[in-house]
């Protein structure tokens, strides 16, 4: 008896286990453990290279009304098991994807007061691990309510975050750059009132969440396959470095309802000691459940122009009246009087479809064309569009033959205003009325505050919303692109219809506001689009804004000031940096008609491709990313850079053996900068194969872009071999 009290003493004091489970990643990198407390609470820690990433870390789900779902449980069942598969998306940044990990599935059991069970199940692959929530069905456990996650994140030391805030409604800051305890409501976060609607959240950050620790490792946190459930951020204990999940309430509250059988969204820790590493993981796709579409032939990745630019430089307006105050029922459209701005005209349109057709590209996005913009923003107002009256100067059937006859399709757009009921209200009609009409792409929009009233951007209702909507177009075969929604989390493998969202800051914000840092673009990649391809609109060669003033004289707010913080090259690059099977060439026609040798490569760059290589990354600093186009021997690098000049170097030790390309490299003049002289860029074209290392000197916020292509005999003669320049 004193024998066993001892005992007992002892594992109370030290805190300890009752129980441990170990897991080892199939390369033997990872080391995984799972246990449970004294009190039964479930716990797991991670190490990489036998360097901690994970120290000891709570799990478990808090229960409205009922009994707790993170303590007090016995271990009940051990299940392992491995997969090593690949599989092919049907569109993507490499062909085949491999699927290889080692799993643990452990049934933890309640026998007081009521007997429940719970699964977690832990995926261990080569760069990282995802753990799931699962309840079965059980006689306990029907309906239940979600209160909290209990899930941590405990950090080995103060690691330096490229973070944004955590904001149930909006992913759309610049990033800061600090230790997990400097962040904070910054002053960047504080003065960010260009975004629409925002409520950024004190202690806390949105995921993907990327960190780098002293000791060099490189650690990403989000989730994966975000369904029926709210998006999580992570709340900083700062004093001891612990993240936990923080789920997004809806309008009562409440974080989820759940009905057993169910699961969470997994969560993904991806870690590497090479930045290249956290770009290249597939384990956030591989998380997400194979496509649901079966004949997948109508999805293709899509390069894009659009009357979108226009709208937010301010030379036309996506309204057709400068009347205010309208309704949608009441409104007598045809009796309005025209402003003579409004861009979605058929005129307008049949321009861009003919540069669309000249040019090459598979579509056109019309903004504006629906009655409604007079009165859109800012109302929380109800019935703002109907998404199937166009405005009388937009003759639907007209374009639809004339958009047919020049093999370009038209991109429809339903801006919901945040008004979701009547948007799913209105859902039916809009998808018939696009078929009918020969669009099979959509872009939705979700500015403003949402209705119902009280729900967030990021919660339940708002994620089943989405992912209804994704489902939906499916259905009618259409291409989905989605704008402002909650961030993505994989779910473009099970949707493939569903090509990209914006969730984050795109470039539009430096059209009309401070604007985003050079830098934005490097930590893009490492933080939301982790999730999945953004719809960034890169491509824009009239960098500074004041070049509109005098295009704009009905327009009193002034762009004086506003620019691109990029040079023109670094926006050729992020063709190429910025994954996306949907591409816009996001200028103005008569801007790419000033540049006909630098559009050249937006026209040539490929969105689908059979292979990806990332050159060099540093998260803030740079990236050099090399991707092979599918179905071709062509290649196409991107390098960008921060603020600070750099070099690119570019071993194309990818290309085929023996073979000569030719490349056509796209770079910043040595004297350009993103600031004082950003359109300065040079072209040039030279023989390269695959020994050569390309060194290419990157400006102040530059890039290059390079195309390599299997050299003709007459290229041969006409260009000579790649030498360094000193
Ligand atoms: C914000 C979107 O991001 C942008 O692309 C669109 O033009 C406006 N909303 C208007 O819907
Ligand atoms: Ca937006």
Redesign the pocket.
Known sequence: MKKIIVVLLLLLTLGAQLFAQELTSPDGNFKFSFSLTQAGEPMYQLSYKSKPVIKQSRLGIEVKDQQSLASGFTLEKIETSRKDETWDPVWGEVKTIRNNYNELALTLTQSSPKQRSMIIRFRLFNDGLGFRYEFPRQPNLEHFVVKDEVTQFAMTGDHKAFWIPGDFDTNEYTYSTTTLTKADKSARVGSADEI?TRNPINGAVQTPLMMKSADGLYINIHEAALVNYPAMILSINKGNLTLTSTLAPDAVGNKAYLQTPSHTPWRTIIVSDKAADILASKTILNLNEPSVIKDTDWIKPTKYVGI?WE??VGVGT?YYADDVNLTLDNTDWKSLKPNGRHSANTTNTKRYIDFAAKNGFDGVLI?GWNVGWED?FGQWKENVFDFTTPYPDFDVKELHRYAASKNVKLIM?H?T?GSVTNYERRMDDAYKFMKENGYDAV?T?Y?GKIIPRGEWHDGQWMVNHYNRVAKKTAEYKIMLDA??PVRPTGLHRTYPNWLAC?AAR?N?FNAWSIGSPPEHETILPFTRIMGGPM?Y?PGIFQIKMDYYVAKRPFNNQSPNGFAIHTTLAKQLALYVTLYSPLQMAADLPENYERFPDAFEFIKDVAVDWDDTQILEAEPGDFITTARKAKGKEAWFIGAITDEQKRTANMPLTFLKPGQKYLATIYSDKPDADWDKNPMAYQIENVIVTGKTILAINLAPGGGAAVSLKPATTEDLKKWKAYKVKK
């Open positions: 629409a979108w709208m937010h996506w903004e859109w757009h801006e205003s872009k929009g500015v704008h402002e914006e795109g539009e719809d609109t």
